[in-house]
């Protein structure tokens, strides 16, 4: 799940799209999120679609390569390619903004889903059994909710709903994040995605959770042990 405000300031907030599938049913899919630069992951983007060709000529990378891995770290080396290329020249100094960071999920028939997180130098870590899942981007609002709500057992409409909750406290602490948000569930053996939506500002089921979830935050704190001044 991403958001798709971007911002060069207070007075300049633009929405664009940040997460991106392909698939070939009955063969592979797979998504990428980006965060950071938006002209930095915008080319990686057109980069992986082939866009400097003509739409009937054109045959994405990433579904040629033969195993996620493989993936992984083609996406990881045209990142890496294109924040190397901003940074040489008279900007070299200025580029830590050039920077971005992606998620990239799948699965290939015969194989097992992987999810990797891809850093700006290209390389990228693997979800595992101890850290399943990954976030880029602004982070820090909307993770204590993820440590404290995610349980190894839930369904995928739970997980949704977790999702939801930490994107609600997030957009209410950070400007910079905001709606639409794109969602994409991906199932196993499936091959397509199992579920993709946009939420917008005027989603029903967004403003119940976001509503639900404020006073249930001040029921809680009501019902904690009171503090005395002894």
């Known amino acids: 799940m991403s958001d798709t ?35 930095t992951t915008q ?30 770290t083609h996406v990881g080396n045209l990142l890496r390619g294109v924040i190397e290329g901003r940074q040489s020249g008279p900007v070299q100094g200025e580029g830590a903004r050039f920077t971005a960071t992606m998620i990239v999920a799948g699965q290939i028939r015969d194989m097992e889903p992987r999810l990797f997180m891809i850093y700006p130098e290209g390389n990228f870590i693997e979800a595992s059994f101890d850290t399943p899942f990954f976030q880029i981007g602004e982070t820090k609002y909307g993770r204590p909710i993820l440590l404290r709500g995610y349980d190894k057992g839930m369904d995928f409409e739970q997980a949704v709903k977790l999702l939801m909750v930490s994107f609600d406290s997030t957009v209410a602490a950070n400007l910079s994040v905001g709606l639409p948000f794109d969602l994409t569930v991906i199932a196993r053996d499936q091959f397509e995605p199992l579920h993709q ?3 917008r500002a005027d989603d029903p089921y967004f403003n119940a959770i976001s509503s639900s979830w404020s006073e249930a935050l001040r029921n809680a704190f009501h019902q904690l042990p009171d503090y005395r001044f002894d």
């Open 43 to 72: 080319a990686v983007i057109s980069q992986l679609e082939e866009r400097n060709k003509a739409p009937s000529e054109r045959r994405p990378s990433i579904l040629e390569e033969p195993t996620m891995f493989q993936v992984a």
């Open 197 to 199: 939506r946009r939420i």
């Open 5 to 39: 405000r971007t911002n060069s300031g207070v007075d300049n907030i633009s929405v664009f799209r940040k997460s991106f599938t392909w698939s070939v049913p009955g063969e592979r899919v797979i998504t990428i999120m980006t965060a950071g630069n938006l002209a």
